[in-house]
C-alpha cells in the first residue's frame, strides 16, 4: 500500500474530536477535495426519532459525490469490500461502531485488531472519524467506563498505524501525526 492515494489522501487518516466539534464535516472536506466520487461507511442506527433526524442531516450533507454504505457492525468487511485507489472511503464514526459491538456482545478486542488488519491490507485510502471520550468525567455505570477504556484503546490503536492523525476542536483542526 503506497503512502499516499488519491488526491494525496494518506493510507489511513484518523479525524478526532468531540461531539460537535466539526470532526466529520472535516473528514468530508478531506475526501471531496481528494477525489471526484467516494464512499461513505456509516455505522450508526436510527434508534429513536432524535438518531433518525441526525442520520438525516447527514444524508442530506452528502449529497450525489458519496456511496453511502450502512454498516453497524462489520467496517472491516465493508472496507475491504469497498476500498478502491480511486474512491476513498470514509469511516463515520469508529465510535458508534464501538458502542454497537459492546452492545451485540462482540469481542471488541478481536473487532478492532480485525479492523487495523484491514486498514494496513486496504486497496484505497480510508479516513476515520471517531470521539475522544477520554477528556470529559469519569463514567458512573461499569459499562460506562468500560466504553471509554475501550474507545481510548481503539483510537490509540488505529492512531499507531495511520499515516495522518488530525484532532479537531471548534472546527479548527490540529494535526498530530502526519503532514497537515
Known sequence: MSASLAGGLPAVTLIL???????????????????????Y?????????????RIAEHRKR?????????????????????????RP???????????NLLLAGRVVE???EILCGTLREADGPVVLVANEVGMGLVP????????RD??????QQVAALADRVVFVAAG??????GAA
Request: glycine content about 10%.
Open 41 to 53: 461507511i456509516a455505522t450508526a442506527e436510527a434508534g429513536d426519532a432524535e438518531m433518525a433526524a
Open 140 to 147: 458512573d455505570t461499569p459499562l460506562g467506563r468500560e466504553f
Open 150 to 155: 475501550e474507545a481510548g484503546r481503539l483510537n
Open 62 to 86: 452528502r449529497g450525489e459525490f458519496w456511496r453511502t454504505v450502512e454498516e453497524p457492525l462489520d467496517v472491516a468487511g465493508a472496507i475491504r469490500a469497498h476500498a478502491a485507489a480511486e
Open 172 to 177: 479548527l483542526p490540529l494535526v498530530l501525526k
Open 110 to 112: 478481536h473487532e478492532s
Open 17 to 39: 474530536g468531540g461531539a460537535r466539534s466539526g470532526k466529520s464535516r472535516y473528514a468530508e472536506t478531506l475526501v471531496t477535495g481528494a477525489a471526484a466520487f467516494a464512499t
Open 89 to 99: 472511503i470514509l469511516v463515520d464514526c469508529l465510535t458508534l461502531w464501538l458502542s
